[in-house]
């Protein structure tokens, strides 16, 4: 009687090696796309939620929906004493501001105190600054961190997203929104 022919390796040999290749295609592929630094708000388009927050600093009145009707756009920047890109985006919004664009700001999770003193070493170019201890308005706005800027038109609809400070090379950007809000 003859032996059987030995059977030959099938697919249970050759799959974990499939399997791996298929990862390692994977984990490379992800690695050498771009990646897409613009998160798509859900809340673009949508009208401010309303909100009332007392004042932060002293110097500057505190900050409400309805400061955000008046018919003119502009920024509403999310920030923090204890937030280091906050400081960094400072310069910027000093800039913005001497051209004429009105910034409100809103201190999360902040003491009077640290606020003032953070815009005594950073610069104040808020024309108002809400308290938002609870960061309720932060994130009824769809903010998830500091810093965030929003551009809002002149009936309280956001416009646009700014995520992560404000850098020089944003700066172009934030003007196009805010021309943009404009009509």
């Known amino acids: 009687m003859s ?8 697919l249970a040999i050759w799959l974990p090696l ?3 290749g298929a990862f390692f295609a ?9 990646a897409d630094r613009e998160v798509a ?15 932060a600093v002293e110097d500057r009145p505190g900050l409400a ?30 800039a913005l501001a001497k051209q004429g664009v009105e910034i409100d700001g809103v201190a999360i999770r ?11 070493t950073n610069g104040n170019p ?9 960061s309720q308005v932060q994130l009824a706005i769809g903010s998830s961190g500091v810093p965030e800027t929003f551009v809002i038109d002149g009936k309280g609809v956001i416009r646009y997203q700014h995520i992560g400070e404000i ?13 943009e809000a404009e009509s």
């Open 3 to 10: 032996e059987p022919a030995p059977k030959r390796p099938g």
């Open 18 to 20: 499939i399997l791996f």
């Open 26 to 34: 994977l984990v490379i592929w992800g690695l050498v796309r771009p």
């Open 41 to 55: 708000s859900a809340f673009i388009g949508k009208p401010l939620p309303s909100f009332a927050l007392e004042a």
């Open 65 to 94: 929906t309805a400061d955000f009707k008046a018919g003119k756009p502009k920024l509403l920047n999310v920030f923090a004493s204890w937030c280091v890109p906050c400081a960094i985006e400072s310069p910027q919004l000093a």
């Open 110 to 120: 902040d003491r009077r105190e640290d606020v003032a003193r953070f815009l005594a």
């Open 126 to 134: 808020f024309a108002r600054i809400g308290k938002d201890d609870l």
């Open 167 to 179: 850098r020089e090379e944003d700066m172009s950007l934030i003007l196009e929104k805010l021309k």
